[in-house]
């Protein structure tokens, strides 16, 4: 089991007013398993992804990786813990524009200090780049890609320091039919020969369908489907 939550629960409080997003939620994700989480806009999956990783802490419950409790680490120990064990894709690729695109990649991989460690980072990103077809465009700029191109790299970039957890929130959402499917397959791919575990946040039944199981997020609960 990589991941485990119990009966976590997250209220926005708005002066007298509360909102309650998430409501005692549990669940266990099995290690290079691949989910999808799914409902309307403002029904709290990005809220639950963010504290899946680790990004929000303000909430009730527990949230366990690898039966560690998250909320018994310092902020300190939280972000070597996300910067090592998770990575994290977007709607928005959040590529630097003054960096290229092997640049952009390696940039999770600046607080090494080892040279042999970096070194075997740019060669896993070289590998990775190969892999996805973007080896051509390795000096290129993210102004210089497609949507898609910026995507892919920036699914390569979360993959640098080899997480054992990957999120990603409306990875296909900014693109168009084509290149969605091609960065959900890429995702699967990921999850399959990789063994990384995969949690996807989507609007996109295709995507959702790529995944091993797909969850529902109704009024602050999940629902299997």
């Known amino acids: 089991m990589i991941l485990t939550l119990e009966n976590i629960s997250k209220t926005y409080q708005n002066g007298a007013s509360s909102l309650n997003v998430l409501s005692n939620i ?33 909430y009730t419950g527990i949230l366990k990786f690898d039966n560690e409790n998250i909320k018994t680490l310092n902020e300190q120990k939280l972000a070597k813990f996300r910067n090592k064990k998770i990575g994290f894709i977007f709607q928005t690729h959040h590529l ?4 290229n695109l092997l640049e952009n990649i390696l940039l999770p991989t600046l607080i ?24 051509d465009k390795i000096k290129q700029y993210p102004g210089q890609l497609s949507g898609g191109e910026c995507q892919r790299t920036a699914v390569i970039r979360a993959l640098i320091n080899k997480p054992d957890l990957l999120l990603a929130d409306e990875p296909t959402g900014s ?11 890429l995702l699967a791919s ?10 996807v946040v989507t609007h996109s039944v295709e995507l959702a369908g790529k995944m091993n199981k797909s969850y529902k997020l109704v009024n602050g609960k999940l629902i299997s489907f």
Not at 30 to 39: L, N
Not at 175 to 185: I, Q
Not at 190 to 199: A, C, E, M, P, R
Request: proline letters at 2%; hydrophobic letters at 35%.
């Open 190 to 199: 990921v999850n399959k020969l990789q063994n990384t575990t995969l949690i």
């Open 26 to 58: 549990t669940l266990s994700i099995e290690s290079s398993e691949s989910v999808a989480i799914v409902g309307p806009s403002g029904s709290g999956k990005s809220t639950l992804l963010n504290i899946l990783g680790t990004l929000d802490t303000d």
């Open 175 to 185: 693109l168009d039919n084509e290149s969605a499917d091609n960065v959900g397959n």
């Open 96 to 99: 630097l524009p003054q960096l």
């Open 112 to 135: 090494l200090k080892d040279k042999n460690l970096k070194k075997q980072s740019e060669t896993r990103a070289l590998e990775l780049i190969n892999s996805v077809g973007l080896f």
